[in-house]
């Protein structure tokens, strides 16, 4: 079955790194558009970045400029890395396909920036 696994959260300050990765499995991950989406206490679900089969990418502005998504089809993982980190990107963050019509969401990861 489809599956999406995310690793690699975690607490760190302000202006500091992450990178989050996921893993996907029962699906033929190359053709398919990867996303990451965050969800923070008391707002709704966003679109972090996301990236095609031909690897074009789109990001949240807010983001653009300090985070990357990228994906290796061989490992079936996508990746976000995440620079300069705010407090505002605290969040718990989402690994997502949409296959046939249908979003496959993986359990998530907490990401938290503070001092």
């Known amino acids: 079955q489809v599956q999406v696994v995310e690793s690699g959260g975690g607490l760190v300050q302000p202006g500091g790194s992450l990178s989050l990765s996921c893993t996907a499995s029962?699906?033929?991950?190359?053709?398919?558009?990867m996303g990451w989406y965050r969800q923070a206490p008391g707002k709704q679900r966003e679109l972090v970045a996301r990236i095609t089969s031909g690897e074009s990418t789109q990001y949240l502005d807010s983001v653009k400029g300090r985070f990357t998504i990228s994906r290796d089809n061989a490992k079936r993982t996508v990746t976000l890395q995440m620079n300069s980190l705010k407090p505002e990107d605290t969040a718990v963050y989402y690994c997502?396909?949409?296959?046939?019509?249908?979003?496959?969401w993986g359990q998530g990861t907490q990401v938290t920036v503070s001092s």
């Open positions: 997502n396909c949409l296959l046939s019509g249908r979003d496959y």
């Open positions: 029962g699906f033929m991950f190359s053709i398919y558009t």
